[in-house]
């Protein structure tokens, strides 16, 4: 038996913004991605049921969440600097 496909989320939002739109029918959509016409109208419903959470607070977790990684990248960065700079200085590099 062939293995599952998993499509990324990205995929998935663009496929459902094609058929929200409503200039083209479920199975040209399909067709122009390569996937069943049922996935076209199951990933539709799902983008439409949770939509709003755009603008819930599970939304701001998201974005907190990224901030909150971009500063330990950050620290990251600084204790590297720190760390070279120290061991130049004690003559480990």
Known sequence: MGKRKNYS???KAKVAIEAI???K???QI???FGIHPVLVTKWKKQFLENSHKVFSAE???EKELQKTIDELY???GQLKVEKDFLSRKLGLL
Do not use: D, R, T, Y
Request: charged fraction near 35%; aromatic fraction near 6%.
């Open 9 to 11: 989320p990205e995929f």
């Open 59 to 61: 939304g701001n977790k």
């Open 74 to 76: 950050k620290q990251i």
């Open 25 to 27: 029918i479920i199975s």
């Open 30 to 32: 399909a067709s122009e």
């Open 21 to 23: 739109k409503g200039e």
